[in-house]
């Protein structure tokens, strides 16, 4: 067992409250030391003052996590009457940012949206853009000045989401991104607000409600049972974190985990950042309920205006099912207006009393519940299935695999050698950068002069969701040397930044004049329509581009046995071959006013630590799953093995090595039969 006391701890180990848990350690630690990354926890039980802490007083980058303490200077202004909650904030285009949420994506340039609404979306649905709006409202130094008043110097919102040239804070915005903060920090303002001491009584028990209301399901909620949580989360690609307060049958348990670092900085439901979340939450939950039964409350099972969590939404999938016509209500937890007239007409429908309340009468009057997916058959229905098997594992073949699709292709002609649906267009993620750098090393084979051309980040391309050169807008590398940036650290910036750099010169056979013409976005755009001729070239049938970077597209894909065309057309041109083939790269930018950083770029591709392997592409999103195109020497033989829609990062490289295995197997047998 090994943990870390803080200053704090220690202070309370030998005062009178209570110590902290044995044996609460003994089941988290494991979990902490078992996760790859950089972890900070905090846990408190608010009633009898138990704890358990690992590195609580350090400060970590937190993501989202950070818009809890700016709701907090959102309520403290309302309270000293500098913002009014129904204060209502046009939207405008230049507000909307990427990431999550929902007003970016669904309101139009003009919508009105009061205060507190924003703060309802910035909290319940982390939407970036209300975050903006919020932190606009109420002073972007506000949140960082009344934290330092209560006590909290570590806790700072920087800037606004994604537009880090407006950091307060830029030593600290290079360390941690948007905010940052330290669980003990979130434990005491958790305490305080389930004390109701955060700003006001009245304060409080709104915070609370917008916390209870929170969507996030993918951390501590995962494993808990039907409980109410009032968190925040927080999530990039480096970090996870989750802090709030879990309504155990014992009474309120405040918890904050923190991440950073994470090797599995994938986007699926099991990133290990947030399932280490769920476990500590689960463990945490187990142990300070001491397996006791939850406290039913005299009005259990009655739901109304204002109520939320998950049977909330049971509730408005059920209503949307068995009301006529439904009233197609957003299943988000949150009983409201639309809510309760939706009950108020199921009622009168069933010629119950039509109080809006879902009591005994209405819910036996809805009968089932209807969960999230398909509805649920009857029991009798379900059991009475019977299920043919199917026939017994063949003992030849390729070896199984947790991928949608693969392909293997000769590494020296190209030629798809097997695969497994292998023609089918799917979702490629990052693997998409392999046709950015065809065309710029296609180009540059021909002009070999643009190698020490300089590319200026634009806005746009700093502004690039997702994994990242890490290059800023205004600063300034040359042609050769992004190549690595884009290759290496998979950099969607990177990639945005070719496109606008020479989409118009390739649209126009090379003119530089002629592509000086366009803007940088009409450069892009023209980037994308080469992407796509270049694929036809190649033969690339069942492949389409909609970026240079590979995000999540409606019509964005590609078959793995194009990508194997893809990969070997790239290692045909010796400078690709040696900037897929590198592990690292370090490289000097510079910026506006004359200053030059150094950058240190790391490939993804994890097979580049075996002997043999030389290539080429990493690729990870939600829809696309955990992807690799890999190519790799064996004596005389060399092959491409592209795998796609695997389960997870690890999987990726596990499906590849035995595709890699049974392919020379494959090649050795052709060698004998061929004699």
Known sequence: MRYVLSVWTLLLLFSASP????????????????????VAVAIKDLNTGQTFEYQAE????????????????????????????DTMIELEESDKVPGSGILTTHFSDG????????????????DNTATNLVAGEVGLDKTAALMEKLGYPETKLHSFVFKRETSLFPERSKEFGLGSTTPADMISL??????????????????????????????????????????????????RTDAGIIDGPKGPIAICVMTNKNKDQSWGGENAGDVLCSKIAQVAYRHFSDDAEAKVEPDSGLLKMGSAGPLVAMLQRTLNARVTPSPELTDDGDFGPMTETAVIAFQKAKSLEPNGIVGPETWEALGPLVEAGPEAPAPEVA??????????DPLDGPPYVSCKVWAIADGKTGEVLWGLDENKPVDIASTTKMMTAYLVGKYAEAHPEVLEEKVTFSKRADETIGSTADLRAGEVVSVEELLYGLMLPSGNDASVAFGEHFGSRLAAGGDEEQGEKDSPKKSYDKFIEAMNAGAKELGMENSHFDNTHGLTEETHKASAADMAKLAHAVKQIPLLQ???????????????????????????????????YDGVKTGTTSAAGACLVSSAKRGDDSLIVVVLGAPSSDSRYVDSRNLYRWGW?????????EK
């Open 665 to 673: 197997t494959q090649l050795e047998k052709r060698k004998v039969e």
């Open 58 to 85: 350090k400060a970590m980058p937190t993501a989202s996590l950070i818009k809890f303490p700016l709701m907090i200077a959102a309520y403290q202004a309302i309270e000293d009457g500098k913002a009014d909650p």
């Open 383 to 392: 059991n009475a299935e019977v299920f043919a098997k199917e026939s017994a």
């Open 19 to 38: 110590a902290l848990s044995d044996e609460l350690a003994d089941l988290v630690q494991p979990l902490i030391d078992a996760h790859e990354g950089d």
């Open 190 to 239: 958790l305490e305080k607000l389930q004390k109701k001491e955060l700003v006001s009584k009245e304060a409080s028990e709104k915070m609370l409600a917008h916390l209870y209301a929170n969507a996030d399901k993918s951390t501590f909620p995962r494993y808990l049972p039907d409980v109410k949580i009032a968190h925040k989360t927080g999530a990039v690609n480096e970090v």
């Open 578 to 612: 040696k900037v897929v083939s590198t592990p690292q790269r370090g490289a000097t930018v510079s910026g506006p006013g004359g200053y030059e950083r150094n950058v240190l770029w790391k490939n993804t591709n994890n097979l580049l630590k075996i002997e043999g």
């Open 111 to 126: 919508a009105k949206i009061s205060l507190r609404d924003a703060i309802q979306l910035m909290i319940v649905y982390s």
